[in-house]
């Protein structure tokens, strides 16, 4: 096989790379990606326009703001791209917020004379979509029969949690809130983690973009759990967010919040990547919805009670 010089410039990507055996082909990365962990040694060939520190709101506002100006919310680094030479060039194009988006790395693209690389673009709406992309970057880097490999091992993974869920009584409703201020919904991919994991979402369906609601629909649909996972943002900066939920009167009077089954996430590594974790995200969600019945590890890690 010849050289293969790859360039991911979304997370998920990267963790789909590694995992099909990649990893020491990979050449250059997206600011975002940090797992597997050696991938920090790798080129960063992309950076926010964002600033990344604001509150949730003004983060919010900001990416508001440049979608609203068709104005890209990263910026591609053209002259590293061509010094890097890629093979191929892995991005996305379900998401303009995400990552690099297929319109910037297309651009990038035309200004790379010498490598001319192959740009494989992901839209990964619901889970069937994710074991797509699995597929065609295994089939972009010539090994097919690893993506069926990586796809067949997960999907196993999943049907032993459902299967074990399935022997649950009860089927808790959960609310998976994806950004806290304004509130967000987690859609994609999460019902049906949810499903698998034993759960009923409290709204949101398979296959859309996640979308935004207000304190008054969650207090109305008053579920049994809520769990806490802001689009990159690990657990402890999900924390420091929350009293711009939590300090709201409605929040004191949820179901969830007075029967302590309120958790917070790590969203950034496992809800908010399409890619192998996922398989972890529904273990994460078996675990809170189910505590009785599964312990994968994940407390502590993948996620937290939050405590009044």
């Known amino acids: 096989m010849a050289e293969q010089r790859i360039v991911s410039l979304i997370a998920s990507a990267t963790e789909i790379v590694a995992a099909l055996g990649f990893e020491e082909q990979l050449v250059g990365r997206s600011h975002e990606c940090d797992f597997p962990a050696a991938v920090a040694e790798v080129p960063v060939c992309s950076s926010s326009k964002v600033d990344a520190g604001a509150s949730s709101r003004l983060i919010d506002n900001q990416v508001r703001s440049l979608v609203a100006e068709a104005l890209s919310v990263y910026r591609v680094d ?22 690099v988006s297929l319109a910037d790395v297309q651009r990038a693209v035309c200004e790379l004379v010498n490598s001319q690389p192959h740009v494989v673009a992901l839209e990964p709406m619901a889970l069937g979509d994710v074991w797509r992309d699995i597929a065609a970057v295994a089939n972009a880097l010539g090994t097919p029969e690893r993506g069926e490999s990586l796809v067949g091992e997960l999907t196993t993974r999943l049907d032993a949690i459902r299967t074990q869920a399935e022997t649950c009584s009860t089927r808790p409703s959960i609310a998976c809130i994806e950004w806290i201020d304004p509130l967000m919904h987690a859609e994609n991919w999460l019902p049906e983690l949810v499903a698998i994991a034993g759960g009923t979402v409290m709204m949101g369906e398979a296959g859309r973009h996640s979308g935004y609601f207000n304190i008054e629909q969650l207090e109305a649909g008053d579920p049994d759990v809520v769990a806490i996972m802001p689009c990159g943002f690990d657990i402890a900066r999900s924390i420091d967010e929350l009293p711009a939920l939590t300090e709201r009167p409605q929040w004191r009077r949820l179901s969830a919040v007075r029967s302590g089954r309120v958790f917070v996430t790590d969203g950034n590594q496992y809800f908010n990547r399409p890619g192998p974790r996922l398989v972890e995200s529904a273990e994460i969600l078996a675990e809170l919805l189910h505590p009785e019945a599964f312990d994968f590890g994940h407390q502590g890690a993948g996620w937290v009670r939050w405590r009044n």
């Open 78 to 99: 053209v002259e590293l791209l061509d010094q890097l030479a890629p093979t191929h060039i892995i991005t996305q194009s379900q998401c303009e917020v995400c990552a």
